[in-house]
């Protein structure tokens, strides 16, 4: 039977750095994988097979396909249904051991649970504040791109004088979307982490891995089967690459959001692999 580990997280939580580790064990996690980009110019470790499906049920649900939505999905179409199931089958018949992630896989957890019955999982935590700094952040770089590389001259000599301005300003704009896009990917990892046996699953973060990499690796090994081969963690954690934290608080018009979001993180906490394992 084919062993299977499932990334699961939030976007911006550290998965890409986390399954570029994992796939540097030895861990297949997909044969055409999405390139890298202007927000994450290490790769993004996703394989195209996952994501072009997910991004066609969102569709298909008139929802956006990047999956920045608030709940997660309730597949209503039997072909979806259908070629969810395959593409699970069918990379379990060609790999004895392989490995996904996409963090729109939060959207449909109770689908791969019942398609991978016996999937394991590794499940990343990031605290909210940098998670939607980091989002805030990406969606202006990518509008700062539109700018740089515009060929009408007039409009980039102003974008410069505009350009702070608008940073603050999608701050305004989109910090409380995001913060609700948070809470709810991590309500959905909560859900399934109290539903799904201990023993199936480890919840870490990027910055624990630092210390904690080897024992990770040895439950992958030692109590699930994988055959793979530690690699040190700290050539592929690269804290330059970890943009600057922005106070979040001051755009959210809604405090009880934050208040929300703090009791979701200290919960997930309980079950994180370093509190279980110093205990």
């Known amino acids: 039977m084919s062993k299977v580990l499932i990334i699961l997280g939030m976007h911006r939580s550290g998965t890409s750095l986390v399954t570029n580790w994992l796939n540097k064990c030895g861990l297949n996690v997909g044969d055409s994988l999405v390139e890298e980009g202007i927000s994450n110019t290490e790769g993004h470790y996703e394989d195209w097979d996952f994501v072009k499906l997910h991004e066609d049920i969102l569709k298909a649900h008139n929802e956006p396909s990047t999956g920045l939505i608030e709940k997660p999905v309730k597949i209503t179409s039997r072909y979806h249904l259908e070629k969810l199931k395959m593409t699970t089958v069918f990379k379990s ?71 702070e301005k608008m940073f603050y300003k999608y701050y305004e704009l ?3 979307k995001y913060l609700r896009v948070w809470i ?63 106070e979040l608080e001051p755009y959210i018009s809604d405090k009880s959001l934050i208040q929300k979001a703090n009791a979701l993180m200290k919960e997930l906490e309980t079950y994180s692999f370093e509190r279980e394992k110093n205990q």
């Not at 090994?221 to 994988?226: E, I």
Request: aromatic share 18%; charged share 30%.
């Open 174 to 176: 989109l910090s409380e």
């Open 184 to 246: 709810g990917y991590n309500e959905a990892i909560l859900d399934f982490i109290k539903k799904e046996p201990p023993d199936n699953y480890v919840l870490i973060n990027y910055k624990m891995l630092l210390k904690n990499a080897e024992d990770v690796v040895g439950v992958l090994k030692n109590d699930w089967g994988f055959d793979l081969e530690y690699y040190d963690y700290g050539k592929v954690y690269k804290p330059g690459l970890i943009s600057k934290l922005i």
């Open 93 to 163: 018949r060609v790999y004895e051991q392989w490995g996904f992630k996409d963090p729109r896989t939060c959207l449909f957890i109770p689908y791969y649970q019942e398609a991978l019955p016996n999937a394991r999982y590794i499940v990343i935590l990031r605290d909210f504040a940098p998670v939607v700094s980091s989002l805030v952040k990406r969606d202006f770089l990518q509008m700062d791109y539109h700018y740089v590389r515009r060929v009408n001259k007039v409009m980039q000599f102003l974008w410069r004088f505009r350009k």
